[in-house]
């Protein structure tokens, strides 16, 4: 029994030496962490800034008149040979843009989710088109044609359409991961803008009628008739909105940089599409740089 004893008190002198020599590890301390990864920068919390850059507007005014030759042409024959004509084109316009944003950042470890508003205004961001057509439309389908008459319809177009973006409100969701002091992000949400938007087009229509006549000798001869105006279909058709409330949907991307305590700067890129107003769709393509406090 004694040697049973003194065995065992060599063994734990032994074993408490031996755990003696071992390093100090924060796990044999109790000193579990959350996670696997530690942070070096707290963005959770509310935040404020303001932000100013460069915007370029393109402006598709591809459709623009449509409805209105439509209108000038319903229920003749001449509105389908006319539905189709491209009579304005794309066209851009550049300026400088200012705002503010507001937003709430929530932060899981690396992982950064924010809910966020901004306010731009823009700088004369005015985008413009203008353009003239004319065809000779013979014989157009439903027209009423005698035997041996060719019926020519003498069509010009003259149509211009602007459309200017004066400020926008976007609220927009944010997914970001903590760099440190650097934070990347993405983000996407929907987008109101606030807009004029203009269009006109003058119609001009004359018809003449001309007669094939065969003589006795079997040759045939086209005799031109006179040409006359067509004063229903000859008209001014306009439209114009003012302060129009355009919904779209922006994305884009940012970077965000902690420069002291909770002041930061920021700069990214956001792409804005808006719904089709007057057939007129407007894009932007934002650039800006920001400055902001997280509380």
Not at 98 to 119: M, P, S
């Amino acid at each position: 029994m004694r040697r049973l004893l003194l065995a065992a008190a060599m063994l734990g002198t032994v074993s408490a030496a031996h755990a003696a020599d071992m390093p100090d590890l924060p796990v044999l301390r109790g000193g579990f962490t959350d996670g696997l990864s530690k942070t070096s920068h707290n963005w959770d919390g509310v935040y404020v800034g303001g932000h100013f850059g460069y915007t370029t507007d393109s402006s598709d005014f591809g459709q623009s008149v449509v409805g209105l030759t439509s209108y000038i042409f319903r229920d003749s024959v001449l509105q389908g040979p006319t539905s189709s004509w491209s009579l304005l084109s794309k066209n851009t316009a550049q300026g400088t843009n200012f705002g503010g944003f507001v937003g709430r950042n929530w932060q899981w470890y690396d992982a950064i989710l924010g809910l966020e508003g901004t306010y731009t205004y823009f700088n004369n961001l005015k985008a413009s088109s203008s353009g003239f057509n004319s065809l000779d439309i013979i014989n157009p389908p439903g027209d009423v044609v005698p035997a041996g008459a060719t019926n020519h319809w003498g069509v010009s177009l003259t149509g211009a359409a602007t459309a200017q973006v004066k400020d926008v409100v976007t609220l927009r969701g944010r997914v970001g991961w903590d760099g440190g002091d650097f934070m990347p992000y993405v983000f996407a949400g929907a987008v109101v803008g606030r807009m004029d938007v203009s269009r006109t087009v003058t119609s001009n229509v004359t018809f003449r009628q001309d007669t094939t006549v065969t003589d006795a000798f079997g040759n045939t001869t086209v005799v031109p008739g006179t040409t006359s105006a067509v004063p229903t279909q000859s008209q001014t058709q306009g439209q114009h909105k003012t302060n129009a409330f355009v919904p779209g949907w922006t994305a884009g991307i940012g970077l965000e940089y902690c420069l002291w305590a909770g002041l930061f700067a920021r700069v990214e890129y956001e792409y804005v599409q808006f719904s089709p107003v007057m057939n007129t769709q407007v894009t932007l393509n934002n650039a800006r740089v920001g400055l902001g406090y997280k509380f």
